[in-house]
């Protein structure tokens, strides 16, 4: 798959919107992105999944992890594309972790799935998880990577998109310069970008 192909796909299912929003952080910009959206669409999901899995064909993998939530589904998919083992982690008081009889054994090839990484957060708490149990961590995939900057997590990461979306305040806004009406978030916001 090619980036305007993935693209495409981000587009129909709506991951990426175009226009003019309000964020929750107060500040304007001309898109956002509701990565869930695409898993809400199994054949574009395993579309993807093929693609980032085509980038490990060179690595054995015995089971891919993904944390909870954003991971759940990509991980599953991600397990089916390299024909292993899927699982994933959740918080126990806090901590990351395995449940559900889910295991890690030494040694065993792991590659983590999540679905947006920003600063990296989860996924750098399921390497630590990994490290505890002894697993040999493969790399890192996600559907995108949001961020202008370099993301050191120590490991191979391969995200499909890198997305940076602009914002501004509401002064030097040039969509509302040009008198496009904004689009205010719901109860919920948008999050900020
Ligand atoms: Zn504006």
Redesign the pocket.
């Known amino acids: 798959m090619n980036q305007e192909e993935i693209l495409q796909i981000m587009r129909i299912t709506g991951v990426l919107k175009e226009g003019?929003f309000l964020l929750t952080s107060g500040r304007?910009s001309r898109g956002y992105m509701q990565c869930a959206s695409v898993l809400q669409y199994p054949q574009y999901t395993a579309r993807l999944c093929e693609e980032l899995a085509s980038r490990f064909a060179d690595v054995q993998i015995d089971t891919v992890i993904g944390p909870a939530m954003g991971g759940v589904i990509l991980s599953y998919e991600m397990g089916r594309a390299l024909k292993c083992r899927a699982i994933f982690a959740e918080r126990v008081d806090g901590k990351m972790s395995l449940r559900r009889g889910f295991t890690i054994e030494p040694g065993e090839k792991v590659l983590i799935a999540e679905d947006v990484v920003t600063t990296g957060g989860s996924v750098k708490e399921v390497i630590e998880l990994l490290k505890e149990a002894e697993g040999d961590l493969q790399g890192v995939v996600s559907l995108i990577h949001r961020s202008d900057s370099c993301l050191h997590l120590g490991t191979r990461f391969e995200p499909l998109l890198r997305m940076n979306i602009e914002s501004?305040t509401?002064e030097d806004?040039p969509?509302?310069k040009a008198g496009i009406p904004?689009n205010k978030p719901g109860s919920r916001g948008l999050k900020s970008i």
């Open positions: 003019h304007h501004y509401p806004c969509l509302c904004i």
